[in-house]
Nanobody, 118 residues
Framework: VQLQASGGGLVQPGGSLRLSCAASESNFYINDMGWYRQAPGKQRELVATIARGGNTNYANSVKGRFTISRDNAKNTVYLQMENLELTDTAVYLC?????????????WGQGTLVTVSS
């Protein structure tokens, strides 16, 4: 399955953006979906994850500002980002995890660039 992320762009501090990531196959069973980000010169870090049943997990740095959600029927995950800060600038990547026969398979999207700048 392929993941296509979209929604990135240039935004001023305090602004908002909504990212989307859709799987190429709507009938592909996905357990967990998530967003990660990688800033220039830094390691990739978790932003938020969401289980198929809706349980969520957030990095401390985005709690209260970002909201992750998903549409299981569309195999799409969203990231609503509010009150963006300069340090949120990064390439945002989505992933999807499928657990099959006791093994975990992880799929990554190509990333979408978010630039927070005045």
């Amino acid at each position: 399955v392929q993941l296509q992320a979209s929604g990135g762009g240039l935004v001023q501090p305090g602004g908002s953006l909504r990212l989307s990531c859709a799987a190429s196959e709507s009938n592909f069973y996905i357990n967990d979906m998530g967003w990660y980000r990688q800033a220039p010169g830094k390691q990739r870090e978790l932003v938020a994850t969401i289980a198929r049943g809706g349980n969520t997990n957030y990095a401390n740095s985005v709690k209260g500002r970002f909201t992750i959600s998903r549409d299981n029927a569309k195999n799409t995950v969203y990231l609503q980002m509010e009150n963006l800060e300069l340090t949120d600038t990064a390439v945002y990547l989505c992933n999807a995890v499928q657990i099959r026969l006791g093994l975990s398979f992880t799929y990554w999207g190509q990333g979408t660039l978010v630039t927070v700048s005045s």
